[in-house]
């Protein structure tokens, strides 16, 4: 599975960006029901998560977000495309670090810790300035 995210750069606080990361090598019909989320490394600490969105074989809650993030950013997919997506709003600089796209290697799985990560995407690089 390859996750290819996209949509990073510099922006200032209070402004908004979306990330979009597109996944390949699993069957089209199956993407579908994986989760799929993203992490975060702030520089100099460790990789956090920040969202997941179940896949549609899940139950419960659609999406979750870190506590930092909730309100703030949302994610969503859009399966016809492999696609998920962190819209991100009311960004401030303790944003700022390298963001991952994620995908768990089992459909009971969910993306909310780095034990049940299957797959991660190369990165891409958010910088909020003040």
């Known amino acids: 599975v390859q996750l290819q995210a996209s949509g990073g750069g510099l922006v200032l606080a209070g402004d908004s960006m979306r990330l979009s990361c597109v996944a390949s090598g699993r069957s089209f019909n199956v993407y579908s029901a994986y989760a799929m989320g993203w992490f975060r490394q702030i520089p100099g600490k460790e990789r956090e998560f920040v969202a997941y969105i179940r896949g549609n074989s899940g139950n419960g809650d659609t999406t979750d977000y870190s506590d930092s993030v909730k309100g703030r950013f949302t994610i969503s997919r859009d399966n016809a495309k492999n696609t998920v997506y962190l819209q991100m709003d009311s960004l401030k600089p303790e944003d700022t670090a390298v963001y991952f796209c994620?995908?768990?290697?089992?459909?009971?799985?969910?993306?909310?810790?780095?034990?049940?990560?299957?797959?991660w995407g190369q990165g891409t690089l958010v910088t909020v300035s003040s």
């Open positions: 994620v995908t768990p290697r089992y459909t009971s799985h969910l993306p909310r810790r780095r034990e049940n990560i299957g797959f």
